[in-house]
C-alpha cells in the first residue's frame, strides 16, 4: 500500500478513536442520569408507600368514627322512640 493511504486510513481511525470516545462519554453520562432518575423514582415509591399507610390509617379511624356515631346515634332514636314524651 502506498503511504498516502496508509496515512487516510490512519486518519479515518483516529477520527473514528475520537467519534467513539465522545460516544463512550455521553453513554456514561446517559447511563449516570438513568442511575439518579431510578433512585429519585425509588424516593417517590417510598413515598407513595408512606402515603398509602397514612391513607389506609386515616380510613380506618374515619370508619370507626363513623361506626361510634351511627351506634350512638341508633341509641339516642330507640331512646326517644321508648320515652317520647321525655323529648
Same mark, same amino acid.
Given at each position: 500500500?502506498?503511504?498516502?493511504? +496508509?496515512?487516510?486510513?490512519e486518519?479515518?481511525?483516529e477520527?473514528? =478513536?475520537?467519534? !467513539? $470516545?465522545?460516544f463512550? /462519554? ?14 429519585? +423514582?425509588e424516593?417517590?415509591?417510598?413515598r407513595?408507600?408512606?402515603? =398509602?399507610?397514612? !391513607? $389506609?390509617?386515616?380510613? /380506618? ?14 341509641f ?12
Amino acid at each position: 500500500m502506498p503511504l498516502i493511504q +496508509l496515512a487516510e486510513i490512519e486518519s479515518r481511525w483516529e477520527d473514528l =478513536d475520537k467519534r !467513539l $470516545e465522545k460516544f463512550d /462519554k455521553r453513554f456514561e453520562f446517559t447511563i449516570k442520569r438513568m442511575v439518579r432518575a431510578e433512585q429519585r +423514582l425509588e424516593v417517590q415509591e417510598r413515598r407513595m408507600q408512606l402515603f =398509602d399507610q397514612k !391513607l $389506609e390509617q386515616s380510613i /380506618k379511624i374515619l370508619r370507626d368514627q363513623h361506626d361510634t356515631q351511627s351506634k350512638l346515634n341508633k341509641f339516642f332514636l330507640d331512646s326517644i322512640k321508648k320515652n317520647p314524651s321525655k323529648s
